[in-house]
């Protein structure tokens, strides 16, 4: 398949969005018209998945059901909207992907992970990622920066996965930490305790070795 196909991951808070937008700007500045998406989410049908995943009122979930769900909502992303994009040779930057699955639902849930790869790879008929840039967070400051947004100590705007204590956002982080050293050739693991546009640059550069021009004006 041509195109290319990037993602962004990290704990809630550590600025992976705003990474992924000064990409995008960047790169439609350049003309190259990169589709922006997100997971979960990202078509009609995985929002409404999205909806149901993150809602805080949905605490009786269980594991099976998050994972099924996650699952669901990628596997008609992918379908639906990536893997056209990619076969129009267009660079398709993702808001989290498979990784989050390995890093949230096995390690952060204790979740068998060869049985979350399994399904993961199921619902996205193997389609991995050229790159994936992971910012990485101490959990107290990436918590401090969620909770600033949401509604100060009382954490009232956060959603149902960001409501969970800090120890499982310390297994998230530490599953990140395992992809990011198991994967090196893929994963370029990005210290996020820094100025955004200090981490914008070193994400440029090191996305300049990765293109090739002739993708898509
Ligand atoms: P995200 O879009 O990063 O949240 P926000 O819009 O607040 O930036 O992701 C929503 C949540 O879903 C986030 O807490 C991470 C979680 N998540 C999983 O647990 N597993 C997954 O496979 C994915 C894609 C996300």
Redesign the pocket.
């Known amino acids: 398949m041509k195109g290319l196909f990037i993602t962004f991951e990290g704990p809630?808070g550590s600025g992976?969005?705003t990474q992924l937008q000064l990409l995008a700007e960047k790169l439609t500045n350049d003309g190259l018209e990169p589709l922006v998406t997100?997971?979960?989410?990202g078509t009609y049908i995985s929002d409404k998945i999205?909806a149901l995943?993150?809602d805080p009122e949905h605490k009786g979930m269980i594991h099976q059901t998050?994972v099924l769900l996650?699952a669901a909502s990628?596997a008609q992303h992918v379908h639906e909207k990536i893997i056209p994009a990619l076969q129009q040779n267009r660079i398709v930057l993702c808001?989290?992907?498979?990784d989050?699955?390995i890093a949230?639902?096995a390690y952060?849930l204790g979740i068998d992970l060869d049985v979350v790869s399994l399904i993961s790879q199921f619902a996205s008929s193997g389609l991995k990622p050229s790159r994936s840039y992971f910012m990485d967070l101490p959990v107290e400051l990436s918590r401090e920066r969620l909770l600033s947004r949401n509604g100060g100590a009382t954490g009232a705007g956060l959603?149902r996965?960001?409501q969970r204590d800090e120890n499982y956002h310390s297994r998230v982080r530490q599953g990140f930490l395992n992809i990011a050293a198991s994967e090196p050739e893929r994963v370029k693991l990005v210290k996020a305790d820094r100025p955004a546009h200090v981490i914008a640059e070193e994400i440029a550069e090191d996305f300049v070795k990765l293109y090739t021009p002739g993708l898509r004006s």
């Open positions: 809630d992976k969005s997100r997971e979960p989410g999205r995943l993150l998050e996650y990628r808001d989290r992907y498979i989050a699955s949230y639902q952060g959603d996965i960001e």
